[in-house]
């Protein structure tokens, strides 16, 4: 199946990859992406006028607002506008960068979280068949591989 149903009946299109972007005479030009408070310049915080096209799993493709699909798939909206030089963009600029620092401190947060672990209460236990072999041969006996055989 390649959309998911809940309950009652609500069918969900899972996303299998952006085509294509576009944008109309309403989207927030470069040189506006700026607005001038008092003595302080801000970003302007808009996703209007700009569409992507989405590929579903089911194989259609649509055009969806950004608004909605940043919401939905902010990472994977993030790395499209990065690959396609569209960070500069008034729509983009103002949460990508957030966004994407955001994913990299959660991975470096589960790599800190991740042992490898390779001893089971004080033995080095073997991942492969070579690595059994190599340690059948520091201790000068074929334990580990007769195990694995058996």
């Given at each position: 199946m ?8 609500n ?10 972007h576009?944008k ?12 001038q ?14 569409q ?10 649509t ?14 909206i993030?790395e ?5 030089g ?12 957030s966004?994407?620092?955001k ?6 947060a589960?790599n800190?979280?991740?042992?490898k ?17 190599v ?12 195990a694995?055989?058996?």
């Amino acid at each position: 199946m390649f959309a998911q149903c809940d309950i009652k009946g609500n069918q969900f299109l899972l996303m299998s990859a952006l085509v294509d972007h576009k944008k109309d005479g309403h989207a927030v030009e470069i040189a506006d992406g700026f607005v001038q408070r008092g003595t302080n310049r801000h970003r302007r915080i808009t996703t209007k006028g700009w569409q992507l096209c989405v590929e579903w799993k089911d194989g259609s493709t649509t055009w969806e607002r950004l608004a909605d699909l940043k919401e939905s798939y902010p990472i994977e909206i993030a790395e499209y506008a990065v690959a396609r030089g569209l960070n500069k963009e008034p729509a983009f600029a103002w949460w990508v960068l957030s966004v994407l620092a955001k994913r990299n401190r959660i991975i470096a947060a589960v790599n800190r979280r991740y042992h490898k672990r390779n001893h089971t209460f004080g033995i080095k236990v073997p991942w492969d068949w070579d690595e059994a072999v190599v340690f059948d041969k520091e201790n000068g006996n074929t334990l580990w591989q007769d195990a694995v055989q058996k």
